[in-house]
């Protein structure tokens, strides 16, 4: 069955420190990977999103991301962490068959990351 | 250029209730999808369709129904609420070709 694993449930970095949120998938065939954030009583935004070619994906607001096949693994990072980056964050593959590669998103848990001046 | 816009923002009904959970998009997107959101557990997909006319369940369906008959409607009807309703809905579309979901705002419901 398709899942995806998000392992840290809260972090806590200092402003400017670097960030790394793991995320581990399970699914047969080549994924459509997603990034999302979300603030404090607001909808989703997409970060970035992984289809095929270059593994490092560049996102908005200074993030990205690696695909890592043979580890089943799309963590997102961000060299310097911003206060305005607290937020939950979720990775999502893209499931289901569909003219545009998928058709629905299964997410993981959520990763809640906390900014400390 | 609106997005995805859903209503009710807040919603409180009472165990037993009807109600429906409005969403439209603007952006002519092929699909569309509910999901609901509980702490701790993500997103979870309720129910999902690929044009006018289509949909399907998702991991999650039972206690909701919907329907397309529009492109830009997806609206999601809970038949008799129950407090394990209790939740933050949130609709997205995507195009049918490629691209991510853009999610709507959310609607937080509350079964008392």
């Known amino acids: 069955a398709q899942s995806v694993t998000q392992p840290d449930i809260h972090i806590t970095v200092s402003e400017g420190a670097s960030l790394e949120l793991r995320c581990n998938y399970s699914?047969?065939?080549?994924?459509?990977l997603f990034w999302y954030v979300q603030s404090p009583g607001q909808g989703l935004q997409l970060l970035l999103k992984?289809?095929?070619?270059?593994?490092l994906v560049q996102g908005i607001k200074g993030f990205e991301a690696e695909f890592k096949r043979s580890q089943s693994s799309f963590n997102l990072r961000k060299p310097s962490v911003h206060w305005s980056d607290a937020a939950e964050y979720f990775c999502a593959v893209g499931a289901g068959q569909g003219s545009g590669g998928y058709n629905k998103l299964i997410f993981g848990a959520g990763t809640r990351l906390a900014v400390h001046p | 250029n609106a997005g995805v816009t859903q209503t009710p923002k807040f919603q409180v009904l009472k165990t037993g209730q009807s109600m429906t959970l409005q969403c439209a998009q603007d952006m002519n997107h092929e699909y569309m999808s509910w999901y609901r959101q509980d702490p701790g557990m993500g997103l979870r997909l309720i129910h999902y369709?690929?044009?006018?006319?289509?949909?399907d369940q998702g991991e999650v369906p039972n206690g909701y129904n919907v329907s397309r008959s529009t492109t830009e409607d997806f609206p999601l009807r809970l038949l008799s609420a129950a407090p394990s309703q209790t939740s933050v809905y949130f609709c997205a579309s995507k195009p049918g070709t490629g691209g991510g979901y853009t999610f709507g705002s959310g609607t937080r419901l509350t079964v008392v």
């Open positions: 699914y047969g065939a080549t994924p459509y």
């Open positions: 992984y289809f095929s070619g270059d593994t």
């Open positions: 369709s690929v044009g006018a006319g289509i949909t």
